[in-house]
């Protein structure tokens, strides 16, 4: 289940057949684990998706909840980003860098980028703590485990690869504190796991010799901001590694 950080949009091929606007691998950190151990998966990760599109219905697509049924022992979630804006902001700082760097007027389609309130972090642990709830109702004997997200900007400033001012790249990384917090408590109030991917990358921004993260602008058939091949199959080997110790 999740976001674009458990779906893995540009990485290696779809996994998508037809293709859907999701953007989901055969190489994300879910399928690569389904691979390894020979597991039944249901893949419901969607690009764009909120904690809302976990729990309930988003246009055409049914709510993610729904692919949990009694027989189900394993559910994964990366979610939380689209919610406070994260990833969008970063999207939108690099965007303005980059125009004002080339003198430009501020394009109007830069995303927006906002700093959420109190409030909107309360809201977010709400849902994400109501996800393992919501799937020990269906599935009492499953294990949820929450995947936090990898780490995108280096400790302090920005670099090349990570195109934005100063004081937009400490925001990112107030927000990026913010949503591991918020990621913790809700996994232990609702007795899910937890992998923390942002301490595991956290020597692997986009700024790093050997990155486990794409900068601005994305290699070719790449997404900006979003894991590469190396830091999924990174946060498989660490999943299996806590599933199968």
Do not use: K
Request: with cysteine.
């Amino acid at each position: 289940m999740g976001s674009s950080f458990a779906a893995g949009p540009g990485i290696t091929q779809s996994a998508d057949v037809p293709q859907s606007r999701c953007g989901r691998s055969i190489d994300n950190y879910a399928q690569q684990i389904a691979r390894r151990r020979g597991l039944e998966l249901i893949d419901v990760s969607c690009g764009g998706a909120m904690t809302a599109n976990i729990l309930g219905p988003w246009s055409e697509l049914p709510a993610q909840m729904d692919a949990v049924d009694a027989d189900t022992r394993l559910v994964t979630v990366t979610v939380g980003g689209n919610d406070v804006g994260y990833i969008g902001g970063l999207f939108g700082a690099s965007c303005v860098f980059i125009a004002d760097q080339r003198g430009d007027d501020t394009p109007r389609s830069c995303p927006p980028i906002t700093e959420p309130d109190e409030a909107a972090f309360a809201a977010l642990e709400e849902r994400m703590a109501q996800i393992p709830m919501q799937v020990r109702q269906r599935a009492p004997n499953a294990r949820v485990v929450f995947v936090d997200y990898l780490t995108v900007l280096p400790p302090s400033g920005a670099c090349e690869a990570t195109p934005m001012s100063d004081a937009h790249a400490d925001l990112g990384r107030s927000i990026a504190r913010r949503l591991r917090e918020t990621t913790a408590r809700a996994a232990e109030r609702g007795g899910a796991d937890v992998l923390r991917a942002s301490e595991l990358s956290a020597e692997r921004s986009a700024c790093a010799e050997e990155a486990w993260m794409n900068g601005f602008p994305a290699p070719e058939g790449g997404s900006p901001y979003h894991p590469n091949l190396e830091g999924m199959t990174a946060v498989a080997d660490a999943l299996e590694q806590l599933l199968w110790p």
